[in-house]
């Protein structure tokens, strides 16, 4: 049973482009999280999503970023016209359900805006 | 105040030593507590989860959570060079389902 995956693993944009990143869910989860740790800090909360709902955003910043988790295909995590201050490691987990038990990251995508 | 806080370390340890991480956290309603290891450059790995008041033990980690303080730690007894990593605490308040992550302490292993 594979776990989280996450494509790219490391994404190079320069500025002004931009960034798609992609979280498949483990098999038979529905829920995904969005998550970003900007160098040598802590993670923060972006964005938690079921198929086809957006259930909360409240850390998601207001211009640019996007997230979408269709019925079929991977979760998308869409920044537009990507800045320096982007650079990070955005990482997404899943659950079964809205009450989890710790649940297991993918192993991120490391994006570098030059 | 930070919703959830820990000491940044580095939190050295000899080899065999016990290494004792902390964490405090400030909604009062939060309901399950997590840590996690991130070595550099990785994702993070959970270690251990604790629901309710008390000392939750897996092997050479032990949890520990006091509700009424507010407070949750991490014992790693017998520690290896190999635990050498950056330690997250995170909390699920209420109903909501997101995690909220500490800004992690680091911990060496010195041989």
């Known amino acids: 049973n594979a776990g989280v995956m996450q494509n790219p693993r490391h994404l190079v944009r320069r500025r002004g482009q931009e960034a798609r990143l992609r979280c498949s869910p483990m098999k038979g989860h529905s829920h995904v999280y969005w998550y970003r740790q900007l160098p040598e800090e802590g993670l923060k909360f972006m964005v938690y999503l079921q198929k086809e709902n957006i259930i909360d955003e409240s850390g998601m910043p207001k211009e640019r970023f996007s997230a979408e988790f269709p019925k079929e295909g991977p979760s998308i995590l869409r920044i537009q016209q990507v800045v320096r201050g982007d650079s990070a490691a955005y990482f997404c987990a899943s659950s079964v359900g809205e009450r989890f038990y710790g649940y297991t990251f993918g192993s991120g995508t490391r994006l570098t805006v030059v | ?111």
Request: charged share 20%.
């Open chain 2, 1 to 111: 105040q930070k919703e959830v806080e820990q000491n940044s370390g580095p939190l050295s340890v000899p080899e065999g030593a016990i290494a004792s991480l902390n964490c405090t956290y400030s909604d009062r309603v939060s309901q399950s507590f997590f840590w996690y290891r991130q070595y550099s450059g990785k994702s993070p790995e959970l270690i251990m989860s604790i629901y309710s008041n008390g000392d939750k033990e897996d092997g050479r980690f032990t949890a520990q959570l006091n509700k009424a303080s507010q407070y949750v730690s991490l014992l790693i007894r017998d520690s290896q060079p190999s635990d050498s990593a950056t330690y997250l605490c995170a909390v699920i308040g209420g109903t909501a389902s997101k995690l909220t992550f500490g800004t992690g302490t680091r911990l060496q292993v010195t041989l």
